[in-house]
């Protein structure tokens, strides 16, 4: 099986590649994207998938743009998704060791704590954490691949008015091939690990992934369940009660997003209509009610088998009330719900996301680094950028030890970290 946290691996550079008078097309319609082109190309992930694409058409704060990279010949060999995000920064010391230094500054950007908006030219997914930038055919050298990702940034840029740019995310295989090749505008930064559980495709119920779990582990995991034993769950798949369902299930989902430090992006209230009618059986929305109150909701995506490697499920996003998060253990039985839903799915992984480390670690997740470039076309702003991300590094975390030593073993061996490693120095 391979490693788990790559979805696009190093290749080695390949002689006679007519790239030198390559060109982008671009894509502002998605109904009007040659998909069967794109999705020819190596690399799907859910984030990377025409359905997703196509039920984010219209979003009011994430527009989508996709490149289609052609060789002289008229080949395509590449293709990379670019968003202009809307994006709020509010208080970074809640996810970053940030110095006195940078708390000043942002004191002056953000008077009274209001927050600083400002739109953001990503490479990648603004609403997901992992390798979801770019698709390439295995012949196209490494540094062709990043020379043109930043010929991607130079061309979006002018189409959209965007100074802010931010390329992500590179996990250490990845990040490690190309981390030489950027250019010296860019600068490297790392935030927290996205957290992963590791899933045996053979399992078929919560008992199987309980038993290779420690004792400890499986204690908690049997408190979470009786502690949540009041709550009701019902999975909501029609799509016209979903979109009566939006703004309740946007005022949830406010209620943790929106306490982020660093907001990009954001749901609107139709998304997970549209996700619905897109996506199919392979959009899980699951609304929570406590003595006949909707008191929160989770949603993830599914990513079937491909390219020889089991599926992938994505937690996507979550809303509950954080008063009866202690009480009822709501958002822990949201975690131990989508690792079911992987279950029934037969898929080798579920990405958790950035947040709420620990408590995802006792239920098996495991830290995977990521890198994020940076780039502000600001006079005299990236001096300062790369001060900021030299004062900010991640917060320090040490994962639990949830799974039982043979389980242990064969994720390592098959690409896991238990502590993830120390990422190399904070770049240029």
Partial sequence: MPAPNLHQKPAPPHQGVALKGATWQWFDDMKAVPWDTWSGLPGPTAYLDPRYFQAMSGHGKVHCRIGM??????RC?????????LSESRNPGDHLEVSMGVRLFMGLLQPGGRPFRFRTL???????????????EPKVAMEDRIRFTEQAFEECAEHWGIRVWMAKDFGPELDTAIAPLWSMK???????????????????DREQWMEALRTKARTKVRSILARNANVQLERVTDTAQLRALGPDLIALYEQVYGRASIVMGGLEAFDFAHLAEQWGDDFLLVTHHLEGRMVGFHCGLHLAEAEGMAGTVEAYYVGFEP??????????RMLIEFIEWGIS?????????????EIKSTLGALPMPMSTYVHIRLPLAMPFIRWMIRRSPPHPFKPRKAWRAEWMHRWTAEGFQFNSPVPPGPGR
């Fill in 69 to 74: 990279l052609h060789d002289r010949d008229g």
């Fill in 77 to 85: 060999v590449g293709g990379i998704q670019m968003q202009s995000v």
């Fill in 122 to 136: 990503v490479a990648g997914q603004g609403l997901g954490t992992g390798e979801h930038t770019f698709r390439w």
């Fill in 186 to 204: 860019w600068q490297r930064a790392t935030f927290d690990p996205v957290m992963v559980t590791p899933l045996d495709p053979t399992w078929t």
């Fill in 323 to 332: 008063d009866l998060n202690k009480e009822c253990a709501i958002y822990q």
């Fill in 345 to 357: 799915k037969r898929a080798s992984r579920v990405v958790m996301g950035r947040t709420a480390m």
